[in-house]
């Protein structure tokens, strides 16, 4: 019998693993008036100047309202908690904060609000990953030095000046700095983010219409309406849950179940059926994002002047309006200048500056780049990312688009790193012996955030490290103009010089999509392609 | 039995030590986790450095390996680059597949034994060519196409269950994901415990059972099946490390946010600590296993003694 009494045993351990994980259970979705949405678990900590991806942005964007807004139709930056930000040499701003606004936990919102929160984000010592946002502030190479340990704590030229009052003091002259601030970075943060930082992080507490109720990491987060929000922009629904997605095509099976109820990245292999799927609950609007392909300056192969001449070629070489249309289903709109059409004519957008280095012309095209020497080594290889963003299909597409130019099979190939870590890494080691993949996100709608970070001499987001002189010049010129509209127009110089060199391909700029069931209405996306939540009705 | 186990025991420590080495050694072949952190912009060099040290990044492989394994005799298993400790993450990741291996286990059991012995007995029958037609299609059919088709037709057309599992994850929803999960393995335990039947149906004792008058359920159960079990328990046993390892398809599909979860981030962003740590435990999972099903062999079969 203890063959018996062993299998007994054996089910009674079974029994007991399944009454040990039996816990949980319930549904913890919304409720009236609160509005499901799909989301992605943010990369970093959820801190305003260590959030770098659209995740952990769209819950800042909720929770936190800076000194500028920018405008979710138009892009353009407004006064919010600021009063006035004036500056008479575009390189000493005085600051004042408007009374009555509070964080949601009742403490006031104040001059030192926005001071500490800059010093914390600017200091070497809290791994801030947005820290160079603050590099315009003098100081900043004493709280964050490039190498060796950090000599200050705080930035030398920030300077609070009464209650509400502060002024902040750049190292160089910047005149749109004013419209950087509405970036998440600059938000300020209340007493108990540096008191109790752990406390803060695993439930954040900010100044915007919404407050969080609960989140657990990795799956969920309750937002719920803030009552006593002091601002002109309340929720006007009860709250938001954001649920963790790891493949948005379950979350878009899911809006069409109707059990979410807004997915803000239609999957590209549903764009087909996305129209009569949800029957018109479809948003499809540009975003402030411009692919391109970056060159490696480092490699000499591609700083010559018969390099230029291959690098228009090639341009001329790609088919966008087909791609865009077949591979993207008109998701992507051909790109046609170095910037993105959400800024606005006032506001920089030049179409068609590009002219006809950017129309697919294959005769032309072959002429220039035999002109120019051919390709560098001989073959061009397009290096890319494989692990995310299906970048597969259309790096593949452009090369078709030029062999077909060429009228060579094996002129261009694409070479696919596994994951976007070790692209980057590669990158980093100036490893490319070709063209690569690159990609802005704008961090505020401006003109000089398409230019200055990418094309700069030395710039933060110059991967391939171009440099030219007369660029260097005019952007230093269009940062020190006190005017708006003669500062674009210095910007849109030193964009033609971009252009006269194709220092990069453009491709096509990046619409952001949405899908929404029959329960919402007023559904919108922002510049930056995130969802307007506060806007939405729910019912 | 006693001297057994130990030895076994013992014998784990070499196996511990070179997966998980080798599991290591992979990860950071793949580069340098952070630069993927700074999205597509570089971080800055300051920061970079920073994090490095802080992670331990900048030492040399084997010192990081030591250190590693150092900690993770004191229940250390790191942190995540989003700020979270990693047995944090297994907290909430492990109980919801073990959850989902429980439910494909049982199907395997139940669905799959069960067939395995009506078709062994009615060997040659309709039933026997229709359920080994039936377990064919779902070998040969990837486990992605079964679980997108179950969820667009149970999930959207039909409106049965919910597309996705919630962030509870409790069994009733975990039933179709189970299923899914379990489908190919439960075929193979279908058609292991028909040849298993089969085979023994025609041997002496069986024979001898039936000729001592004992009732026929009896025979089937006591002794036919008691003896057929031991292939399909040494497969099931091997199945549920596979099972727990191998459920980043089916969990990405229905959205459940398990070890196959953590796993796919982990390997996205590189995080060496989460993905390190998690094969760790699932290669515990899968020598313990292996020692269960080796001592329920002497459960099963009293002839088999270990000394």
Same mark, same amino acid.
């Given at each position: 019998m203890r063959g018996i009494t062993r299998a007994r045993w054996a089910a009674c351990v079974i029994a007991a693993g399944l009454l040990a994980t039996a816990c949980g259970g319930g549904r913890g979705v919304g409720g009236a008036g609160v509005l499901t949405s799909s989301w992605g678990d943010p990369q970093?900590?959820?801190e305003p100047a260590n959030t770098n991806e659209v995740q952990g942005g769209k819950v800042l964007d909720m929770i936190f309202r800076g000194l500028k807004k920018y405008d979710? +139709?138009?892009?353009k930056a407004q006064n919010w908690l600021a009063a006035s930000i004036d500056t008479k040499d575009s390189q000493t701003f005085t600051v004042k904060v408007k009374d009555g606004w509070t964080f949601s936990n009742g403490e006031k919102v104040t001059a030192r609000s926005f001071v500490d929160a800059w010093n914390y984000g600017a200091s070497?010592?809290?791994?801030? +990953?947005?820290?160079?946002?603050?590099?315009? %502030?003098?100081?900043y190479d004493k709280v964050h030095?490039?190498?060796? !340990?950090?000599?200050? #704590?705080?930035?030398?030229?920030? +300077? $609070?000046?009464?209650p509400r009052t502060f002024t902040v003091r750049l190292n160089q002259k910047f005149s749109s700095f004013p419209a950087t601030?509405?970036?998440?970075?600059?938000a300020p943060l209340p007493r108990s983010f540096f008191t109790d930082h752990a406390a803060w992080l695993k439930k954040p507490v900010g100044n915007g219409p919404y407050l969080i109720d609960s989140y657990t990491r990795g799956s969920a987060m309750n937002l719920k309406k803030?009552?006593?929000?002091?601002? !002109?922009? !309340?929720?006007?629904?009860a709250g938001v849950t954001l649920l963790v997605y790891t493949d948005n095509n379950t979350a878009y099976t899911d809006v069409l179940a109707g059990n979410? #109820?807004? $997915?803000d990245d239609v999957p590209s292999t549903q764009l087909k059926n996305v129209a009569t799927d949800l029957n018109g609950r479809y948003i499809n609007t540009p975003a402030g994002i411009l692919q391109t392909l970056a060159f490696p300056y480092y490699d000499p192969k591609w700083n010559t002047a018969g390099a230029r001449k291959v690098r228009t070629g090639l341009s001329m070489a790609i088919n966008r309006k087909q791609i865009t249309e077949t591979i993207f289903r008109s998701t992507r709109t051909p790109a046609?200048?170095?910037? /993105?059409? $959400?800024?606005?004519a006032a506001g920089g957008y030049q179409a068609?500056?590009?002219?006809?280095?950017? #129309?697919?012309?294959p005769a032309q095209a072959k002429k220039l780049i035999q002109e120019g020497g051919g390709f560098p080594g001989g073959r061009l290889t397009i290096t890319y990312n494989?692990?995310?963003?299906?970048?597969k299909q259309w790096v593949d597409a452009v090369c078709n688009s030029v062999n077909n130019a060429l009228g060579n099979d094996k002129a261009c190939v694409g070479n696919p790193v596994g994951t976007f870590a070790d692209f980057r890494n590669q990158i980093g080691r100036h490893k490319m012996t070709g063209p690569f993949r690159a990609g802005w996100q704008m961090?505020?709608?401006? %003109?000089q955030d398409f230019l200055q970070p990418l094309?700069?001499?030395?710039? /933060?987001?110059?991967d391939g490290r171009w440099s030219n002189k007369r660029f260097d010049h005019l952007v230093d010129r269009a940062n020190a103009e006190t005017d708006t509209a003669r500062a674009i127009a210095l910007f849109q110089q030193a964009e033609g010089v971009v252009r006269d060199n194709m220092a990069a391909i453009p491709l096509w700029y990046q619409n952001g999509s949405a899908g929404y069931t029959a329960?919402?209405?007023h559904v919108a996306l922002n510049p930056f392609s995130?969802? $307007?939540?506060?806007?939405i009705k729910v019912g | 039995m006693g001297r057994y186990v130990t030895r076994r025991l013992l014998q784990m420590i070499p196996v511990f030590i070179g997966s998980t080495l080798l599991i290591f050694l992979m990860v950071n072949v793949?580069?340098?986790?952070?630069?993927?952190?700074?999205?597509e912009r570089a971080c800055d060099p300051a920061t970079a450095a920073q994090l490095k040290r802080e992670f331990g990044l900048d030492k040399p492989l084997w010192q990081q390996y030591a250190t590693y394994m150092g900690n993770l005799f004191t229940g250390d298993f790191g942190t995540a680059f989003n700020g979270q400790k990693v047995t944090e993450l297994m907290g909430t990741a492990f109980p919801v597949t073990i959850r989902l291996t429980i439910v494909a286990i049982l199907f395997e059991i139940v669905i799959g034994v069960t067939l395995g012995v009506l078709t062994g007995l009615r060997r040659g029958r309709p039933v026997d060519t229709g359920v080994l037609l039936g377990t064919l299609v779902v070998i040969s059919v990837p486990t992605f196409v079964t679980g997108l088709l179950l969820q667009l037709l149970l999930?959207?057309?039909?409106?049965?269950?919910?597309?996705s599992v919630s962030a509870y994850a409790t069994f009733g929803e975990l039933i179709v994901p189970g299923l899914v999960l379990a489908s190919v393995s439960l075929a193979y335990v279908t058609r292991l415990t028909r040849t298993s039947i089969a085979e023994n149906k025609r041997a002496d004792y069986v024979r001898t059972a039936i000729a001592k008058g004992l009732p026929r359920h009896r025979v089937v159960v006591r002794h036919l099946l008691r003896n057929s079990l031991i292939p399909v328990v040494t497969f099931i046993g091997a199945d549920i490390g596979a099972l727990m390892g191998g459920a980043i398809v089916t969990e990405r599909i229905f959205n459940i946010h398990g070890v196959g979860f953590q796993l796919y981030q982990g390997i996205l962003r590189q995080n060496t600590q989460t993905v390190v740590g998690f094969v760790t435990v699932l290669v515990l999972v899968f020598l313990v296993a292996n020692l269960l099903v080796d001592l329920l062999y002497a459960v099963l079969d009293p002839r088999i003694r270990y000394a």
């Open positions: 970093n900590p959820l979710p +139709k138009t892009g070497l010592r809290n791994n801030q +990953k947005n820290a160079y946002f603050f590099g315009y %502030i003098e100081g030095p490039d190498s060796g !340990p950090q000599t200050a #704590d705080t930035l030398s030229g920030l +300077k $609070v000046t009464g601030l509405g970036y998440a970075a600059f803030w009552g006593a929000y002091p601002g !002109p922009d !309340p929720a006007r629904n979410l #109820d807004l $997915v046609t200048d170095w910037t /993105s059409p $959400v800024l606005g068609g500056l590009c002219g006809h280095a950017c #129309d697919y012309d494989a692990d995310t963003g299906s970048h961090d505020y709608p401006l %003109i094309y700069y001499t030395g710039a /933060s987001s110059n329960r919402l209405s995130v969802p $307007v939540y506060n806007e | 793949m580069g340098d986790p952070i630069a993927g952190l700074c999205g999930g959207v057309q039909w409106g049965w269950i919910r597309p």
